[in-house]
Nanobody, 124 residues
């Protein structure tokens, strides 16, 4: 069983930046693909970003391309999401997810373990 904990959310003004962290324990982190999803009130969970086990491949949802960067440090069993040029529409609960597969995953159903989420609120 893999335990996932997100951190780094908060309140920021539009145009600002935040860095989310996702720490995993209980498994072999370097063999897992990881991803970030978000869910705003009344909306479906949305794919944000994914990274493969080695960090050599990444991909992003269209709404965040060019603004967000996903990365990972396998020595620390941690995945990061650097969010720049934040917009009010980025406001959501952000979830980190881990899949017992080395590649990228774009659907929530592709992931096996989830954190509880960290709230990001962007004010105008």
């Amino acid at each position: 069983q893999v335990h996932v904990v997100e951190s780094g959310g908060g309140l920021v003004q539009a145009g600002g930046s935040l860095r989310l962290s996702c720490a995993a324990s209980g498994g072999t982190f370097s063999t897992y693909g990881t991803g970030w999803f978000r869910q705003a009130p009344g909306k479906e969970r949305e794919f944000v970003a994914a990274i493969n086990k080695s960090g050599t491949r990444t991909d992003y949802g269209d709404s965040v391309k060019g603004r967000f960067t996903i990365s990972r440090d396998n020595a620390k069993s941690t995945t990061y999401l650097q969010m720049n040029s934040l917009k009010t529409e980025d406001t959501a609960l952000y979830y980190c997810a881990i899949r017992d597969n080395y590649g990228l995953g774009y659907r929530a159903s592709a992931y096996d373990y989830w954190g509880q989420g960290t709230q990001v609120t962007v004010s105008s």
